[in-house]
């Protein structure tokens, strides 16, 4: 059974900085693509960013030049490294691994709360 762990969210003051973390265990072929995505009441869930396993990242338009993605393929992990938080920074954050070849899934995680106090 595939499992995706997160660790890292919590409560923290406009301007700090939280790092999250997912480990992908179990019987899982390498991710092509792993990513953090955010759930807030109205907007549903969306991309915060990605990275592939070619180094490739993508991050949302709201979090450039504030946050990092990087990802250990020996561990099929993924860190999000949230700088200069804004309250509207505020969700339920969910780490996701994709099999695009030839093992195809799409994996999420439980989710972790991020809230940002003004």
């Known amino acids: 059974q595939v499992q995706l762990v997160e660790s890292g969210g919590g409560l923290v003051q406009a301007g700090g900085s939280l790092r999250l973390s997912c480990v992908a265990s179990g019987n899982i072929a390498r991710p092509n693509v792993m990513g953090w995505f955010r759930h807030t009441t109205g907007k549903g869930r969306e991309l915060v960013a990605l990275?592939?396993?070619?180094?490739?990242?993508r991050a949302a338009d709201l979090v450039k030049g504030r946050f990092t993605i990087s990802a250990d393929s020996r561990k099929n992990s993924v860190d999000l490294q949230m700088n200069s938080l804004k309250p509207e920074n505020t969700a339920v954050y969910y780490c996701n691994a994709k099999g695009l070849e030839i093992n195809l899934y799409d994996y999420w995680g439980q989710g972790t709360q991020v809230t940002v106090s003004s």
């Open positions: 990275i592939t396993d070619g180094g490739t990242t």
